[in-house]
């Protein structure tokens, strides 16, 4: 039976704290909450199970949205209409990214912002990303533009960095001949 989880919103404190590292292979719990959070942001991306379940569109989340300073991220891609690839790293590290800069056009979002904020956000292009699967077996993936983006901004949940902190206050918008837009 699926249940939407509770996602903390920008004003709570923990959202701003360094997680910790997580013990491997991880628990039944936190298992079972990965299991969730695939659910979740499944359904969120299939139009009539959002409208269902009130649920708004997302592709990661990161345990402290939860309330959980663990270095656990789950992102759900839609490579394709209605195909999904699971993304779960734990204690995941950036080991290398391009020199390439991109930005999504239309910005980011964030279930844990429940606001529209414009501008936008610049991350690398192309990273590659090391961490551990739930069992405790060294992964590696290498990933470019959204998944890339996606990818950043749940590592960056890790740190107690949200989004829009990364958005230049002064001048918010690149254009095409500053930053490629995705």
Do not use: W
Not at 9 to 38: A, M, N, Y
Not at 50 to 75: C, H, N, S, T, W
């Amino acid at each position: 039976m699926f249940k939407p989880l509770k996602i903390l919103d920008d004003s709570h404190k923990i959202l701003r704290k360094i997680s910790k590292e997580v013990e491997l292979p991880l628990s039944k719990e936190d298992k079972d909450t990965i299991k969730q959070i695939i659910a979740h942001l499944k359904y969120s991306q299939i139009e009539k199970y959002a409208e269902k379940y009130d649920l708004r569109p997302g592709m990661g989340l990161a345990f402290p949205q939860l309330g959980e300073l663990k270095r656990i991220i789950v992102i759900v891609h839609e490579y394709e209409e209605d195909k999904f690839k699971n993304y779960v790293i734990v204690n995941p590290k950036i080991i290398s990214h391009s020199e390439e800069m991109v930005a999504l056009e239309t910005g980011e979002g964030c279930l844990s912002v429940n606001r529209d904020i414009e501008g936008h956000v610049p991350r690398y292009a192309r990273i590659t990303i090391t961490g551990y699967d739930p069992d405790g077996n060294k992964i590696s993936i290498r990933a470019r533009e959204d998944l890339s983006v996606a990818l950043q901004h749940e590592v960056d949940h890790l740190d107690g960095i949200l989004f829009y902190d990364k958005i230049n206050k002064k001048k918010p918008f690149f254009n095409e001949n500053e930053i490629r837009l995705i």
